[in-house]
C-alpha cells in the first residue's frame, strides 16, 4: 500500500503562512525552524501511526514511542529543491539508517527535475517513490536473512537499494551471527580450558579456523566438542 500523506491542519497552515509571510509559498517554509517545531512533531506523529513504524524504504519496523530513531524524510531533498520542504507528498518516514544512506540522492528522473511544480507520478522517479508506487511491485524481502531483493526487471529497486544501502541489514545480521558464534565460541573455550585437555582446545582452535557454516552447524559443533570433552 502506498503511503498516505499528512493533511495540514488549521493550525499548522497558520504557523507555516506566519512563518513565510503572505504571498509566500508554504512549502518553502525552513524545515529547522524553532517555531514550527510542532508542525514538524504531528508530522512525525501521522507518519509513525500511518507506517505502523516501518520506514518506507527497507520496511523495518522499530517501536518507538518517543520517535529517536526515526526521521522524516524528505524524498526529492530539501536541500537541492527546499521549495518541497513542507510539500506533504515529499514526506515520508524513515529510519535513521536509510535516512543517513540516502542523504541528498535525488531520486528523480532528468526529465522531471526540469518540472516546474513537484513530480506527481511514478514515471518521475528513477527510485522506489511512497506515494506513486507500491514497496512489494519493486521488492521483497528474505525473512531469514533480511535481504531485500528487487523484483525482476525493477530498475527503481536496484536504484533504491543502492541509493539506501539496503543491503545493510543483511550485513548487520551476518555480523550479529558471527558475534555470536565468537561469543559461544569464548565460552566454549574456557570450559575447556577448565578441563584442560590441551589436545582438545588444539582441536577446537583448528575446528574454528576451517568452520564457515550456519549458525546451527555451529552449535553442534560446540555440543560435540563439549561431549568429546566430557
Not at 106 to 125: F, G, I, L, M, N
Not at 140 to 152: A, G, Q, T, W
Request: net charge neutral; glycine share 4%; with cysteine.
Amino acid at each position: 500500500m502506498s503511503s498516505m500523506e499528512y493533511e495540514y491542519l488549521p493550525e499548522d497552515s497558520q504557523a507555516l503562512r506566519s512563518h513565510v509571510g503572505d504571498g509566500q509559498d508554504l512549502w518553502g517554509a525552513d524545515w529547522g525552524a524553532s517555531d514550527l517545531e510542532p508542525v514538524r512533531s504531528r508530522l512525525k506523529k501521522f507518519h509513525m501511526a500511518n507506517e505502523s513504524q516501518r520506514c518506507v524504504y527497507c520496511r523495518q519496523q522499530i517501536i518507538d514511542q518517543h520517535a529517536i530513531h526515526w526521521n522524516i524524510d524528505h524524498i526529492v531533498p530539501k536541500s537541492v529543491v527546499p521549495d518541497y520542504s513542507y510539500f506533504p507528498k515529499n514526506l515520508a518516514l524513515c529510519c535513521w539508517g536509510c535516512n543517513q544512506a540516502k542523504g541528498k540522492a535525488d531520486p528523480r528522473t532528468r526529465q522531471a527535475v526540469k518540472h516546474a511544480s513537484y513530480p506527481s507520478e511514478a514515471r518521475h522517479y528513477e527510485a522506489y517513490h511512497p506515494y506513486f508506487d507500491e514497496w512489494e511491485d519493486h521488492f521483497y524481502m528474505d525473512e531469514d536473512s533480511l535481504v531485500i531483493i528487487p523484483r525482476k526487471g525493477s530498475a527503481k529497486a536496484k536504484k533504491t537499494i543502492e541509493m539506501c544501502r539496503l543491503k545493510r541489514l543483511a550485513e548487520i545480521k551476518a555480523q550479529l551471527a558471527m558475534d555470536a558464534k565468537e561469543s559461544r565460541a569464548i565460552d566454549t573455550m574456557r570450559e575447556l580450558m577448565g578441563k584442560g585437555n590441551q589436545s582438545l582446545i588444539l582441536k577446537f582452535i583448528a575446528a574454528l579456523d576451517d568452520f564457515s557454516g550456519s549458525k546451527a552447524e555451529f552449535s553442534q559443533l560446540v555440543r560435540e566438542m563439549q561431549i568429546t570433552g566430557s
